[in-house]
């Protein structure tokens, strides 16, 4: 779930498109390269709703509520996925703020493993594929953790509106000691309605 200023670059350096490369900016050289799961993973499970229970925020995710991302699968006429349309909706600082949407599409790896691409659309206009990359998903799917190479932001997602709390903490632990992750501006994201 990347916003679409981010991933143009409009905030920091660029990032890198390629997921073996070192994590870009001093602050980060030091850390080995981002690694997404190996899979497989199966992107027609991966289709539907998913509540962003918590994360390190872009600049335009003002104090999410209600943070709701809908993943439809695009299939050509052999009836096989090619990409999928995410549309991103969340109230702005409060349950009843202001409504948000952003749209993006995401391309699955062609091996099967975590390292997708997500592709931003800025008034109708598709831009350029950035890096998607799927870090943690549960076996059964009920949950997901999506970063970026830079470490700058991460998602945790959950088919349910809510996560139990040592859940959310054993992921936000992972993203620490095996991703070296910063999580000093994590949030939580509180949901009760869909948006």
């Known amino acids: ?40 993973v199966d992107p027609e499970r991966f ?3 998913w509540w962003v229970v918590g994360c390190k925020p872009t600049p335009f995710e003002s104090a999410p509520h209600n943070a709701l991302e809908r993943y439809e699968g695009r299939f050509d006429g052999k009836k096989t996925l090619t990409a999928i349309d995410v549309n991103f ?8 703020g202001k409504r948000s949407t952003i749209k993006q599409n995401l391309f699955p790896s062609a091996s099967g493993d975590g390292a997708w691409k997500a592709q931003p659309i800025l008034c109708g206009i598709p831009l350029m594929k950035m890096d998607y990359l799927i870090l943690d998903l549960a076996p059964d799917y009920s949950y997901t953790v999506v970063g970026v190479p830079d470490r700058k ?21 992972d993203l620490v000691k095996k991703h070296h992750y910063d999580l000093e501006a994590f949030i939580n994201v509180p949901n009760e309605q869909k948006p």
């Open 1 to 40: 779930k990347l916003q679409f200023l981010y991933l143009i670059g409009s905030f920091g350096p660029p990032l890198s498109t390629n997921t073996r490369h070192a994590p870009m900016g001093a602050s980060c050289s030091h850390l080995p390269p981002l690694e997404a799961v190996k899979g497989p």
């Open 47 to 49: 289709l539907g709703d």
């Open 89 to 96: 909706t969340y109230r702005k600082k409060a349950f009843d």
């Open 153 to 173: 932001y991460v998602w945790i997602m959950s088919r349910a509106m809510t996560m139990p709390a040592e859940q959310l903490a054993a992921l936000k632990d």
